[in-house]
């Protein structure tokens, strides 16, 4: 599969300057659009993780009990791109609150992920989501549901999906944020 506005194909090995961050957000689609064209992402693809099946199909985790959720992988080039400004995009691009759903999509892949490389990533990430879940406190949200751990897998989605509104810019995206900004 090869990158639809990069041109780079998904499966080339990684330059060794390039991070990675696998997040869940809701839909793929929205997501991966918030991130591809950011100065300093080298690459983005969708995919499904976290889960217990392996190499799972759309169908799978939408039907099967496979635990995984919809992420995007993110391959950032950390010397132009920091990941706290990543993860400020994360967290005002959905709402990270909502448990197993984001807005009318509802099940388990579409609840709120960060899955890391690397603990001191995990460390950023948990101190990222204390900082945002003060800003929610202070608007009368509830609690973040993200999970945050160490990525345990990861599989390509099916082509089709790989930066699928680009390819279909009137396409369905369901995500939303909750209006609060990341400060």
Known sequence: MIHYLKGIPLDSEIPNNINEIVLGAGCFWGVEKKFWDIPGVYLTSVGYSGGDTENPSYEDVCYNNTN?????????????????????????????????????????????????????????????????????????????????????????????????????PNGYCGIGGTGCKFE
């Open 68 to 168: 995984h959720v919809e992420v995007v992988k993110i391959n950032f080039d950390h010397e132009i791109l920091k990941l706290e400004e990543i993860l400020k995009i994360f967290w005002e691009c959905h709402d990270p609150t909502q448990g197993m759903r984001q807005g009318n999509d509802i099940g388990t892949q579409y609840r709120s992920v960060i899955f890391c490389n690397n603990e001191s990533d995990i460390e950023i990430a948990t101190k990222s989501k204390d900082r945002f879940q003060k800003i929610l406190n202070e608007n009368n949200f509830n609690q973040i549901t993200t999970e945050i751990s160490l990525v345990k897998n990861y599989f390509d989605a099916e082509e089709y999906h790989q930066q699928y509104l680009a390819k279909n």
